[in-house]
Every structure is written in structure tokens, then in C-alpha cells.
């Protein structure tokens, strides 16, 4: 089993930032990829960015494209979504994912992921 938990959001004004962290505990000896999922009011849930464990090439959805950035930090078997100029159509519950399952997955498909984490919320004011 793995346990994910994010940290980080709040509300912030348009035009600022935030940065989330989604620490990973358990059984993350195996893990291919890490995504960023949000869920918007009245909204489906959306794929944001994922990374690949081996490489660390990221995607991102076209509309966070050169304002949102995925890292991570195998120390603390933690990934990161840094947000800058944040819009208030960003406002969502942010919600990170882990692949286990094996290294052949679509990273911008979330029935490709296998843990979730529980969300935090990002409110982004106008």
C-alpha cells in the first residue's frame, strides 16, 4: 500500500502563487510516475501534469503550460506542483496520483493511477 498527502493549498490572489507537495509513504519502492489531478466546481476532474519516475519527463495540460511545474525530491519521496500566475479558473481541489501498476500507462489518464490522495483546495480570487 501507499499513502499519498498533499500540502500547500490555500487562497491566493490572480497573478500568484503556490506551491503543492504530495509526500508519498509505504510501499514506494515501486513507483513509475506521479500525476496532478483537479477537480473544479461543477467540474469533471482534470488531468493537470504527471511526471515519469524514469527520466523525469513531464506533461502538463495545455492551460497550465509555462505557469505550472512538476519536480520532485527522491529524499523525501516527495513531487511538487509549483503554480505561478495562478488564474481564477484554477480554482479546484488539487489531488496527486501514483502508478504502481507498471511502467507502460498513460499519464494523462486517471484509471492509470492506482493511489490518490486525499486533495487540498486552491482558491484563486479575482
Known amino acids: 500500500q501507499v499513502q499519498l498527502v498533499e500540502s500547500g493549498g490555500g487562497l491566493v490572489q490572480a497573478g500568484g502563487s503556490l506551491r503543492l507537495s504530495c509526500a508519498a509513504s509505504g510501499r514506494t519502492f515501486s513507483v513509475y510516475g506521479m500525476g496532478w489531478f483537479r477537480q473544479g466546481p461543477g467540474k469533471e476532474r482534470e488531468f493537470v501534469g504527471g511526471i515519469r519516475w524514469s527520466g523525469s519527463r513531464t506533461w502538463y495540460t495545455d492551460s497550465v503550460k509555462g505557469r505550472f511545474t512538476i519536480s520532485r525530491d527522491d529524499s523525501k519521496n516527495t513531487m511538487y506542483l509549483q503554480m505561478n500566475s495562478l488564474k481564477p479558473e484554477d480554482t479546484a481541489v488539487y489531488s496527486c496520483?501514483?502508478?504502481?501498476?507498471?511502467?507502460?500507462?498513460?499519464?494523462?489518464?486517471?484509471?492509470?493511477?492506482?493511489?490518490w490522495g486525499q486533495g487540498t483546495q486552491v482558491t484563486v480570487s479575482s
Open positions: 496520483a501514483l502508478r504502481s501498476r507498471g511502467p507502460v500507462y498513460n499519464v494523462r489518464d486517471e484509471l492509470d493511477y492506482d493511489y
